[in-house]
């Protein structure tokens, strides 16, 4: 009597199996996944070591924010991931008591082109894809 159980146990799980990668296909499918792809979160989280120069003391950006912006910059590679971290940043600067001058001068002491515009007046819709823009504002 369990031969049959043990047939039924592998029947449910090869159905089940098929069932999964159907679905799995399916979904993956209509909704392909960003490969490099940077939420607000979590570029506000990679920025934290830029914290102690735009909202503290610091008259100079360190060694580990630069690299952070790096980051950022290497990850914010299309012009939707740019207009949303333009906003991203628009937002969250006030709270975060960053100091809108220092935020606008952190890519080039960084001596990166950072394509997301910084200050707080910034028209984030015009954020243009592929070249670098820091408009003085």
């Given amino acids: 009597m369990a031969k049959p159980q043990v047939e039924i146990a592998f029947s449910f799980l090869y ?8 679905v799995t296909c399916i979904v993956g499918r209509n909704e392909p996944q960003p490969i490099d792809d940077i939420s607000c979160s979590d570029a506000l989280q990679t920025l934290m070591p830029c914290k102690p120069y735009v909202a503290g003391p610091e008259t100079k950006p360190s060694g580990p924010c630069c690299q952070a912006v790096e980051k950022v910059k290497e ?14 940043f628009k937002k ?9 001058e220092k935020a606008k001068a952190l890519p080039d002491l960084c001596h990166i082109k950072f394509p997301v515009p910084l200050g707080p007046k910034v028209d984030c819709s015009t954020v243009p894809f592929g070249r670098y823009q820091n408009p003085r504002v």
């Fill in 15 to 22: 159905i089940a199996t098929l069932m999964f990668l159907l």
């Fill in 75 to 88: 990850l914010a590679n299309t012009t939707q991931v740019r207009r949303d971290l333009c906003e991203c």
């Fill in 92 to 100: 969250a600067a006030p709270g975060a008591r960053v100091d809108p």
